[in-house]
């Protein structure tokens, strides 16, 4: 996403960049930042920045996947026949823990961003972490009826639940008690609900 020139820079002027864009990110929606303002920030001309990006949509896709990596580099995922509600949940946790810090405004603006208007501007682009589970999970443990595509449905569902959720509180509008109750809550419902049903439904005719 970034042109080579980028990787030749200094650190210290790297970081000055990316500084730069992260906080445009994390104040405007995408639509209403520019790199007149990005390049004028960073203290680079907007000639020099194109030398680095491309445009704007290549400096916040490497933003986007250098988090993701930071983040699940920290929570030690490894993609081997690992849980998707297990890497929902604490990627939860750790959004929660974000409360307060720049990283805060940036995943808020990211939220406002995912709308079936902009979305395809960037999230196409990005290596979902589902892609990876989908290659490496055992939906047996869960049941044997459920489809695929039907199972990766739910667990869309309690994905964009974590996120209403996350909002609430990075809102004040819950208290982080509530916010945890309440993911747990669907959560949950989810696996021990609706799967617990499906997997009820099969045992029932196959008996």
């Not at 945890?180 to 997997?199: H, P, R, V, W």
Request: net charge positive; glycine share 2%; charged share 30%.
């Amino acid at each position: 996403m970034n042109k080579p020139a980028f990787d030749k820079l200094k650190p210290e002027k790297q970081k000055r960049i990316l500084n730069a864009a992260f906080n445009e990110f994390s104040k405007y929606p995408y639509d209403k930042c520019s790199v007149f303002q990005i390049a004028k920030n960073a203290k680079i001309s907007r000639a020099s920045f194109y030398f680095y990006f491309s445009d704007k949509k290549d400096i916040y896709l490497y933003i986007l996947n250098k988090l993701k990596c930071e983040i699940f580099s920290d929570l030690e995922i490894k993609f081997d026949a690992v849980d998707p509600f297990d890497v929902i949940l604490k990627l939860f946790y750790k959004f929660v823990e974000f409360k307060g810090t720049d990283i805060q405004n940036f995943i808020e603006m990211f939220f406002k961003n995912s709308t079936p208007t902009t979305q395809n501007i960037f999230v196409s682009d990005i290596n979902s972490p589902k892609q990876d589970l989908k290659c490496k999970m055992d939906l047996s443990k869960y049941t044997s009826e459920i489809t695929e595509s039907q199972f990766f449905t739910l667990v869309d569902m309690v994905f964009y639940g974590m996120l209403k959720s996350l909002h609430f509180y990075y809102q004040d509008k819950i208290s982080k008690e509530e916010v945890l109750e309440s993911f747990n809550k669907i959560t949950y419902y989810s696996i021990n609900g609706i799967l617990k049903e499906k997997q009820n439904a099969w045992t029932k005719r196959n008996c």
